[in-house]
């Protein structure tokens, strides 16, 4: 679908199909470029020449939309799914007299529906933020982190041309005319980056608290098991005592003269109640039991 922006003129051409913005550019200017693989770039892209600017900058949502503007005095096309709306290029009229005032215009306006676009995406996050602060997954803080990174990347690439673009390193943008404006695009552009990077040291802070809950309560569990293998130990040790005494006696030799005696059982049962209570008071003194 084209459309022309509805403010009294018409050398703004919006479409919503690349193929038909193509064509439009190549009839136009007889200038042949491969848009297809321009907005399949995961960056911002732009190329100058002295007659005309080429511009794509993304925005973010459920899928990567491009705007992407040829911009020239003779009259500008733009492939973008979500045009800006008549009305507000109107608040622009008095600027469309000077040179490259309408191109100057028409990148404001996409550019700051780009970064209102960031905002928004930021503004998803935060909530999930948050549960994953409640219920930390794994798997969740790395999609998290990974789109928070991507986010950056892309909001610090927005800004640098914001600057690029202030510091009018391209004719066709004339950001002089809209100083106080674009003042405050940059502004808000910085401002974002900055929200975004706390968010990610939040993120990671959490993914440490994570780690260190979990440290805590493999701490506590190897504890545990220490106590429980201590007290294992002191029991076998207590057990070994009996044992090797009822073994003794239950060798099958033909002199054992201790088996004459009466008062022989009586002793070894007491030596054996003896040794146990002493050595029961030992590991219950050092802890083990």
Do not use: C
Request: glycine content about 4%; cysteine-free.
């Amino acid at each position: 679908m084209t459309t022309r922006a509805s403010n009294g003129r018409s050398d703004v051409a919006f479409f919503d199909d690349l193929a038909e913005f193509s064509k439009a550019v190549e009839a136009a200017t007889g200038v042949t470029v491969d848009f297809g693989e321009v907005v399949q770039l995961n960056t911002n892209f732009h190329e100058q020449t002295d007659q005309y600017l080429i511009l794509n900058v993304k925005e973010e949502g459920d899928t990567d939309l491009n705007n992407l503007m040829f911009l020239r005095a003779e009259g500008s096309f733009v492939y973008t799914k979500r045009q800006p709306k008549p009305e507000v290029f109107r608040e622009f009229e008095r600027l469309y007299a000077r040179p490259f005032g309408r191109t100057t215009v028409l990148a404001f306006l996409l550019l700051n529906k780009a970064l209102m676009s960031y905002k928004a995406r930021l503004d998803l996050l935060i909530p999930a933020m948050r549960d994953l602060d409640q219920n930390f997954d794994q798997v969740r803080y790395r999609e998290l982190l990974n789109t928070n990174d991507r986010l950056q990347d892309r909001l610090e690439d927005f800004h640098e041309l914001l600057v690029r673009l202030q510091e009018r390193s391209f004719k066709q943008v004339e950001t002089r005319y809209l100083s106080f404006d674009w003042s405050v695009l940059l502004a808000e552009s910085q401002t974002l980056m900055d929200r975004v990077r706390r968010r990610l040291n939040n993120i990671r802070e959490i993914a440490r608290d994570q780690e260190m809950k979990a440290a805590n309560e493999l701490n506590k569990r190897i504890e545990l098991l220490n106590v429980v293998l201590r007290r294992l130990t002191a029991i076998t040790i207590l057990l070994a005592v009996p044992t090797a005494i009822s073994s003794h006696f239950g060798m099958n030799f033909k002199y054992m003269p201790e088996l004459n005696y009466v008062w022989v059982y009586i002793a070894v049962v007491t030596g054996q109640l003896s040794l146990l209570a002493g050595m029961f008071f030992v590991f219950r003194k050092a802890g083990w039991l």
